[in-house]
Nanobody, 115 residues
Framework: QVQMVESGGGLVQPGGSLRLSCEASGSARTVILMGWYRQAPGKPRQVVALISSAGDSTIADSVKGRFTISRDNAKNTAYLQMNNLKPEDTAVYYC?????????WGQGTQVTVSS
């Protein structure tokens, strides 16, 4: 089992920044893929960014150039740096991990971008 603990959401004005953290604990060794999804009200959950244990990453086109994903393998922690936030970035952000073909999810953290 892998437990995912998220932190860093909140309310921010347009153009502001937030940094989300996600720690994978428990049997977190060999967690190959970590990342973030988000879900806005009335919309399906969508991938935001993913990063492998080797550091290869993919970023959704909608946030490319504004969001950066990074990872500290020693701490089993992934980070999502979100800059120049827009109202359309408002959503619940879910941390995600895949280990040996199994998906694990965090509880979700609310990010609200509003003036």
């Amino acid at each position: 089992q892998v437990q995912m603990v998220e932190s860093g959401g909140g309310l921010v004005q347009p153009g502001g920044s937030l940094r989300l953290s996600c720690e994978a604990s428990g049997s977190a060794r060999t967690v190959i893929l970590m990342g973030w999804y988000r879900q806005a009200p009335g919309k399906p959950r969508q991938v935001v960014a993913l990063i492998s244990s080797a550091g290869d990453s993919t970023i959704a086109d909608s946030v490319k150039g504004r969001f950066t994903i990074s990872r500290d393998n020693a701490k089993n922690t992934a980070y999502l740096q979100m800059n120049n936030l827009k109202p359309e970035d408002t959503a619940v952000y879910y941390c995600y991990a895949n280990k040996l073909g199994y998906d694990y999810w965090g509880q979700g953290t609310q990010v609200t971008v509003s003036s």
